[in-house]
């Protein structure tokens, strides 16, 4: 990983190149990883937002063969050995049934999804929050006993990390290395699902 200190976006995106992986943002799910440890071999990953890819990456390798990855995302995806791709929209009901009955239960959750951006901060924010508070739904309903999401600092920042500290144990918020200086984008990784 380059340096210690934040980087600037192109070290990233080269290195990632370099590593064959799709994205710099797998480096985020790596220094997510390496601080909170929430992956172990067998596990089975749903990954939403999966799009291009990076993360998809990460999960698998740090699962192996006998886990599962079920990757989610509203845009096409490349197809990604050891990867189930799912397309379609998780505010939807009935594709949210289908990663259901796809996934089974899951371990962890991960969501890296991004609203798209508007250019209005506050809305870009809210809309942040509720595809994490989906996201959170869904690792709830499917039993995961972890859960990473991204999600925007703003004012309902606060009450969303209490929700997740509703259902999780343990919770802690993480700016990874990769992410990008000016960016509002912070990690909340919650872990130990309350029973």
């Known amino acids: 990983m380059p340096g210690k200190g934040r980087q600037g976006p192109d070290a990233f995106q080269r290195l990632a190149r370099r590593e064959g992986y799709r994205a710099r943002s797998s480096y985020k799910l790596l220094d997510i990883d390496k601080k909170s440890k929430i992956f172990k071999r067998g596990f089975t990953v ?6 291009p890819g990076g993360w998809t990456q990460v999960a698998i390798e740090k699962i192996g063969e006998n886990g599962k990855v079920i990757a989610v995302d509203l845009l096409r995806m490349a197809p990604i050995n050891g990867a189930i791709i799912l397309q379609g929209d998780i505010l939807n009901s009935e594709f949210r049934d289908t990663i259901s009955k796809t996934a089974g239960s899951v371990d962890v959750v991960l969501s890296d999804m991004s609203p798209n951006l508007s250019g209005n901060y506050s809305v870009d924010q809210a809309r942040s929050v509720e595809l994490s508070q989906m996201a959170l739904l ?8 972890s859960f990473v999401t991204k999600v925007f600092q703003g004012e309902d920042f606060s009450n969303f990390k209490k929700e997740i500290k509703n259902s999780f144990k ?3 918020v993480l700016s990874p290395l990769a992410s990008r200086k000016t960016s509002s984008e912070v990690y909340i990784i919650a872990k ?4």
Not at 46 to 51: E, F, K, M, P, R
Not at 192 to 195: E, G, H, I, T
């Open 46 to 51: 749903l990954d939403l937002g999966a799009a």
């Open 138 to 145: 869904l690792s709830i309903e499917m039993k995961a006993n």
């Open 170 to 172: 343990s919770v802690r």
């Open 192 to 195: 130990a699902r309350k029973s």
